[in-house]
């Protein structure tokens, strides 16, 4: 099964930055769509970037223009740089295929934001 483990996180004040990253076995990050998650506490967990395998993004509206979400294919590995970061931009973070998850549901990274 593949897998995918993330990394990154932090505790942070309004406005900063943080880059997670989320590598994966073999390629299965450059051959699948994929997205990072938010779990907010006590909130489901929601899609706020999309990367297609071909390129595209997408953004939830409460990050874009914000975050931007990239993949390193030599390293297997994918991004998402966080600026401007906001409290409500507080939760854990997870990487996974998207609409269908390729891989179990991992620990995710822990991401506060707060003065």
């Known amino acids: 099964q593949d897998l995918l483990v993330e990394s990154g996180g932090g505790l942070v004040q309004p406005g900063g930055s943080l880059r997670l990253s989320c590598v994966g076995s073999?390629?299965?990050?450059?051959?699948?769509?994929m997205g990072w998650f938010r779990q907010a506490p006590g909130k489901q967990r929601e899609l706020v970037a999309r990367?297609?395998?071909?390129?595209?993004?997408w953004y939830s509206d409460s990050v874009k223009g914000r975050f931007t979400i990239s993949r390193d294919n030599a390293k297997n590995t994918m991004f998402l740089q966080m600026n401007g970061l906001k409290i409500e931009d507080t939760g854990v973070y997870y990487c996974?295929?998207?609409?269908?998850?390729?891989?179990?549901w991992g620990q995710g990274t822990q991401v506060t934001v707060s003065s």
């Open positions: 996974n295929g998207e609409p269908v998850p390729i891989a179990s």
């Open positions: 073999g390629r299965v990050l450059s051959a699948n769509d």
């Open positions: 990367l297609a395998s071909r390129g595209s993004t």
